[in-house]
């Protein structure tokens, strides 16, 4: 059965009102649409830019089905939604994606399984569910490995580096004493992602690979499009654009990949989500990841994703407010080709993302130089 499109003036409710969610209700605020969300913060970033937002827990189904009666199609900004929950929204109204690409995308474990299983290129990697078990991987691995959980982290919460068998304990006692994945350490020459959007009817859109830089495990910049070998660009979105249609997703898709010292491409993880490596794309693309995320769920046409000018962006952590007098916004406001983005949030703490800087350049470096002198006058 074909899916029908929700069209301007429909009423497109999120699952999240992070950053995320503030910038996608934005988008479609522009498109036409009314918007409503769910968040458990009761000052999430997207309340002020929201025509309702439901203070609840993501394991709330009442609340999501209040929320799904009032909306024409459901989406989502965070995979730390139950699986209940998605499906009590998908009682009332579509919910994409759905949680059939969220139960396999929220646990660590069944998610490099499934790639496993599609013949997507992994790196060496073993599940653990017990301190001997951590242990007796850590040592098959060579020692050197990242543990991570299971379920739930982000931006480096939720792991742990290891540089042999005999810290599996203090990990496991670190990483709360649940299930965790194992993955070797490599030799990283290149980090980079691939945004697809996919609609109901299957259509896709996959915008150039993005070069990524992360400073303790958070994204610290980004490129856009990515200067990598055309080799490595094609075979990124292939397999990007493999994933999406292997997983049906209904939405956005980020596949996260590592690019080898030996020139092989492995596949890290995958975000069912609008995500921090694209968010240039506002400044570089006909269509930003945002607007193409509403046009995704809606069912409209997906947008163009040319690369109309190089950008890049650069985090800025809460760190910076944390200084004296907070950060002077107005010197880097006052270069040329550099914008600023504020998520709205009340309160800065270390290593919390507050917002990020874009700029635009004539090539991809000359758009990093650009963003990261504005960075510099703010003291990064």
């Known amino acids: 059965m074909t899916a029908r499109v929700v069209l301007p003036g429909g009423t497109l409710g999120i699952l999240g009102g992070g950053q ?17 969300a769910l968040d458990p913060d009761s000052t999430c970033p997207a309340r002020s830019v929201v025509d309702r937002c439901l203070t609840a827990s993501f394991s709330d189904t009442s609340a999501a089905e209040d929320l799904a009666r009032s909306c024409d199609v459901v989406t989502l900004e965070i995979e730390k939604v139950s699986l209940a929950t998605l499906n009590a929204v998908a009682r009332h109204t579509p919910m994409r994606p759905g949680a059939d690409v969220l139960s396999v995308v929220q646990h660590r474990g069944r998610q490099k399984a499934w790639l496993a299983k599609g013949g997507f290129p992994l790196g060496p990697w073993r599940e653990a569910n017990s301190e001997a078990e951590l242990s007796s991987a850590i040592s098959a691995m060579g020692g050197k490995c990242f543990i991570k959980s299971s379920e739930g982290g982000y931006d480096g919460r939720g792991q742990y580096e290891v540089k042999g068998a005999s810290e599996a304990a203090v990990a496991w006692k ?19 992602s691939v945004l697809v959007a996919r609609g109901p009817d299957g259509q896709l859109a996959v915008y150039p690979p993005a070069f990524n830089h992360h400073e303790d495990r958070i994204l610290a910049w980004s490129l856009l499009p990515g200067p990598l070998p055309e080799a490595v660009l094609s075979q990124a979105s292939q397999v990007a654009r493999d994933i999406t249609s292997g997983l049906k997703v209904e939405g956005l898709l980020v596949v996260e990949m590592f690019l080898l010292g030996d020139g092989s491409l492995l596949v890290n993880e995958v975000a069912p989500r609008p995500h921090n490596s694209f968010h240039s794309t506002e400044v570089a693309c006909l269509t930003s990841q945002f607007e193409q995320a509403v046009r995704a769920v809606c069912n409209l046409p997906l947008g163009s994703v040319e690369v109309v000018r190089p950008a890049a962006i650069v985090n800025l952590l809460g760190d910076l407010w944390l200084n004296e007098g907070g950060p002077r916004f107005e010197q880097v406001l006052a270069m040329p080709g550099v914008r600023l983005h504020l998520y709205g949030k009340r309160d800065a703490r270390k290593g919390r993302k507050m917002g990020h800087l874009s700029a635009v350049g004539s090539t991809p470096e000359d758009a990093l130089t650009r963003v990261q002198a504005a960075a510099r006058l703010l003291g990064m």
Do not use: N, P
């Open 174 to 192: 670190e990483l709360g004493e649940r299930s965790v994945v194992v993955e070797a350490a490599l030799d990283l020459k290149a980090e980079l």
């Open 20 to 36: 995320l969610g503030r910038m996608m209700a934005l988008a479609a605020r522009t498109l036409g649409y009314q918007v409503q």
